[in-house]
T-cell receptor
Framework: DAKTTQPNSMESNEEEPVHLPCNHSTISGTDYIHWYRQLPSQGPEYVIH???SNVNNRMASLAIAEDRKSSTLILHRATLRDAAVYYC????????????FGEGTQLTVNP | GAVVSQHPSRVICKSGTSVKIECRSL??????MFWYRQFPKQSLMLMAT?????????EQGVEKDKFLINHASLTLSTLTVTSAHPEDSSFYIC??????????????FGAGTRLSVL
C-alpha cells in the first residue's frame, strides 16, 4: 500500500477552521484518499473520501492537489467534539475495502 | 443509518479462558467485516477480513487458531480469543461494509471492546 505522511499533532482554536495536511507522494492512479477520525476510546468514524476532485460533505471538505501527491482535510469550524486522531489512508481499488491505518494526526481543539 | 454494534464493550477475564466478541450491523447487511486490534497509544492494526459464509483471511502474523472468526450471517461476525493471556489485552474493534453501498467502500466501525486478561 502507498504510504501517507501526516503531522503527529496539531492544535486549533474552537470555531476556527482547521487544515489537516497529508502527503502521499507515491499515490497511484487507482488509490482513493480516505479520511477517518477516532475519538478517545471509540472506534474510528468515516469522515470523507475522494479520488481526484475536491469533495464536500456535512462534516468536512477534502482538497486534493492537482498532482494528487497531497491532500488536505478541512474542518470549517472546529468544535471541542472534533478533538480526535485523524487518519489519512490510501485505499487501492484492487485491494477492495481493506484499509491500512497509519499513526494519524492528534488534533487538539482549544476552547 | 449504518450503525455497527459491538458487544461487550469491556471484558475482564482470567488467563487461559476464551472470550467471544460480537459485531453486528444493525441497519444494513454487511458484505465484509473487519477485525482490528489497537494497543495503547498505537494505531489500528488489521487482524483479519471476513466475508459472510466463507473463511476469514488473516493478516500476516495473526494466529488464526487463537483468534477465531465466524461470519455466519450478513449482520453478525464474532471474534473469539481462545486461551487468552495478558499479552492479548487490547482494544478490539470491528467494522463492516454496507452491502447496499459496497461501491463506496466505506467502513463503519463498532465502538470497540476493551479486553483485559488477568
Amino acid at each position: 500500500d502507498a504510504k501517507t505522511t501526516q503531522p503527529n499533532s496539531m492544535e486549533s482554536n474552537e470555531e476556527e477552521p482547521v487544515h489537516l495536511p497529508c502527503n502521499h507522494s507515491t499515490i497511484s492512479g487507482t488509490d482513493y484518499i480516505h479520511w477517518y477520525r477516532q475519538l478517545p476510546s471509540q472506534g474510528p468514524e468515516y469522515v470523507i473520501h475522494g479520488l481526484t476532485s475536491n469533495v464536500n460533505n456535512r462534516m468536512a471538505s477534502l482538497a486534493i492537489a492537482e498532482d494528487r501527491k497531497s491532500s488536505t482535510l478541512i474542518l470549517h469550524r472546529a468544535t471541542l467534539r472534533d478533538a480526535a486522531v485523524y487518519y489519512c489512508i490510501l485505499r487501492r481499488e484492487t485491494s477492495g475495502s481493506r484499509l491500512t491505518f497509519g499513526e494519524g494526526t492528534q488534533l487538539t481543539v482549544n476552547p | 443509518g449504518a450503525v455497527v454494534s459491538q458487544h461487550p464493550s469491556r471484558v475482564i477475564c482470567k488467563s487461559g479462558t476464551s472470550v467471544k466478541i460480537e459485531c453486528r450491523s444493525l441497519d444494513f447487511q454487511a458484505t465484509t467485516m473487519f477485525w482490528y486490534r489497537q494497543f495503547p497509544k498505537q494505531s489500528l492494526m488489521l487482524m483479519a477480513t471476513s466475508n459472510e459464509g466463507s473463511k476469514a483471511t488473516y493478516e500476516q502474523g495473526v494466529e488464526k487458531d487463537k483468534f477465531l472468526i465466524n461470519h455466519a450471517s450478513l449482520t453478525l461476525s464474532t471474534l473469539t480469543v481462545t486461551s487468552a493471556h495478558p499479552e492479548d489485552s487490547s482494544f478490539y474493534i470491528c467494522s463492516a461494509i454496507d452491502r447496499g453501498r459496497f461501491a463506496k467502500n466505506i467502513q463503519y466501525f463498532g465502538a470497540g471492546t476493551r479486553l483485559s486478561v488477568l
